[in-house]
């Protein structure tokens, strides 16, 4: 499909996707509460729910989707973008009972681990210096190694949007239409299978 700059959504995207949104397809910018209602706090934030912004024929073949352990992979990537993009002072994420609101959220980061076990992904707050060696306290193997891995937060409070930079409301914007878009590509183009799979589990027994 052809992919120009658009001025509805801010960036690059898909130009039949924004059509649709022209001639009818809701994507207009709402608040919606960061935590829950009790706290009163809320934010900018795009409607996302299913029945909102997908094509009636396409909306079956969606919550199907919906019901395999990947569809969100590409998804949660997309939206980890989107906070590294802005050194995640601003964030997004998705809120509601059925996790069909995206929200804009304001956080940070703060000092976190610094090595990291290439075996089995133990993370250590200290560097292999200050422990004097590379070797990982869980596995036991000689490969950790230095790197920096910073604690992201993410904090529920009030967002109004003219305290959120122009740059950031398009970019947030564009993310909410890209995901729209990435979803329809997906009803379009994936198939649905099922598999059956055994787990083996470990369990105690009484003995004699």
């Avoid at 706290?39 to 997908?54: D, E, G, Q, R």
Wanted: proline residues 2%.
């Amino acid at each position: 499909m052809p992919r120009i700059e658009c001025a509805r959504c801010g960036g690059e995207t898909n130009t039949a996707l924004c059509d649709w949104i022209n001639s009818g397809g809701e994507m207009k910018r709402i608040r919606y509460d960061t935590m829950n209602s009790w706290n009163a706090c809320t934010a900018p934030a795009y409607n996302l729910k299913v029945h909102k912004v997908i094509p009636r024929e396409l909306v079956g073949k969606v919550l199907n989707l919906m019901e395999c352990e990947d569809f969100y992979e590409e998804i949660n990537h997309m939206i980890h973008e989107f906070g590294e993009e802005h050194g995640y002072a601003w964030q997004a994420g998705f809120n509601g009972r059925s996790g069909g609101y995206l929200v804009l959220y304001k956080g940070g980061t703060r000092e976190g681990h610094k090595s990291i076990c290439r075996v089995c992904g133990q993370r250590n707050f200290k560097t292999t210096e200050e422990t004097g060696g590379n070797k990982c306290g869980k596995c036991g193997a000689n490969a950790r190694e230095n790197k920096d891995l910073p604690h992201i937060y993410t904090q529920g409070v009030n967002i109004e949007d003219a305290d959120v930079p122009t740059a950031v409301l398009k970019a947030f914007r564009k993310l909410a239409v890209d995901i729209v878009a990435h979803v329809k590509d997906m009803a379009k183009s994936r198939t649905v299978w099922e598999e059956e799979y055994s787990v083996r589990k470990v369990r105690k027994v009484l003995g004699d």
